[in-house]
């Protein structure tokens, strides 16, 4: 799993006034991954903000990403765009989908099929597949996606309409908006022109003017959708409680240290690795130490480090972060639960 992004050296070529807003996506884990993005001032292209908005609806609940944890548990526990359980017997008839560690991921990579022209051949495209079931997209007449098509101002403004619909629907405001070129925004996309600018996540260039048909870029898609971070956050419906998040730590001899926040706990425990067969006695081999922050929202982030055994953990209410010391050698740590490193001390 991804847990934090730095800003990458092309980052410096943002335009003036987009910089802090991409940082602050950045560290909320709203990126583009797994494209490498070379040029932010770029068109964004419509399979890449099909995987941003993946990526942001995992950061929404608190995931440090996209991957197969996240589908996995989206699946099992949110509903679908009428409102729906999803229901894995609908999509593929799988008699051995029990036996099989991520059976939506199996299904998304492998049978799920929404358009003819994404096939399961890449991450990027298993999560085109996923944004699709989880109603974050929609396809072309004919069934294809057009994933490599650059996308305008207002086919953005229809996606990120769509998905304040899904996840905020008490914050919808179709109430008009008009803008010196209102007239050219096409009759479809303009009830979501009005729903994102009323929301202040979306709304006209320096001139004034929507601009409907231009191009959207890379680095203006990270700003709009930090900014319905902020906007959908405190009206999100946890994915799920503590009660699984938590399953398992407390009656574990190997966690070390569990806490609970507001609107997060901490977690720290040893994580071994197994190998070996059914016919052979499975054997342990050294892991690791595991940090963990869960989110009440339903997910977490997390930070690994050599397996030492952590000892006497104080916690810094102010600065939010947890110091400890190690048994062997009594060297101290902190875990900074902002940026979700592990600083040293020593």
Not at 122 to 148: D, F, K, W
Not at 225 to 241: A, C, H, I, S, W
Request: with cysteine; hydrophobic share 35%; net charge negative.
């Amino acid at each position: 799993m991804l847990f934090g992004l730095a800003i990458p050296a092309q980052a410096l070529e943002l335009s003036p006034g987009f910089a802090k807003e991409i940082e602050t996506a950045f560290g909320r884990c709203i990126n583009l991954l797994p494209y490498e993005i070379k040029d932010y001032r770029r068109p964004i292209k419509g399979g890449e903000f099909a995987v941003l908005s993946v990526n942001f609806i995992a950061a929404l609940y608190g995931f440090g990403g996209a991957d197969d944890f996240f589908l996995e548990r989206y699946f099992v526990y949110h509903t679908d765009a009428s409102g729906q359980p999803y229901r894995f017997e609908n999509y593929y008839k799988w008699p051995a989908q029990d036996h099989i560690p991520y059976p939506w991921m199996n299904l998304l990579r492998n049978e799920y099929r929404p358009f003819t022209d994404v096939p399961g051949d890449s991450e990027a495209n298993t999560l085109i597949r996923a944004a699709q079931l989880m109603g974050l997209v929609r396809g072309q007449r004919g069934g294809s996606y057009e994933p490599n098509r650059a996308i305008t101002r207002q086919k953005a403004a229809i996606m990120l309409g769509q998905i304040i619909y899904l996840y905020g629907p008490q914050l919808v405001n179709r109430q008009p908006v008009t803008y010196p070129d209102s007239a050219e925004i096409g009759k479809g996309p303009r009830p979501y022109v009005n729903i994102v600018s009323n929301a202040n996540i979306m709304r006209g260039e320096a001139d004034g003017k929507f601009h409907p048909t231009d191009y959207f870029t890379v680095e203006q898609s990270l700003a709009v959708f930090n900014r319905m971070y902020d906007f959908l956050e405190k009206q999100l419906t946890p994915l799920y409680g503590y009660d699984i998040s938590m399953e398992g730590y407390k009656n574990r001899s190997d966690t070390y240290y569990i806490e609970y926040f507001e609107g997060y706990a901490i977690v720290c425990n040893f994580v071994g690795t197994t190998w070996g067969s059914a016919s052979v006695e499975l054997e342990i081999e050294p892991g690791y130490l595991w940090f963990r922050k869960y989110s009440k929202k339903g997910g977490y982030r997390g930070v690994s480090m050599t397996p030492r055994k952590p000892q006497n953990f104080r916690w810094d209410a102010e600065n939010e972060r947890l110091y400890f010391v190690f048994e062997d050698d009594g060297s101290a740590c902190y875990l900074d639960t902002e940026s979700m490193k592990i600083i040293s001390l020593s």
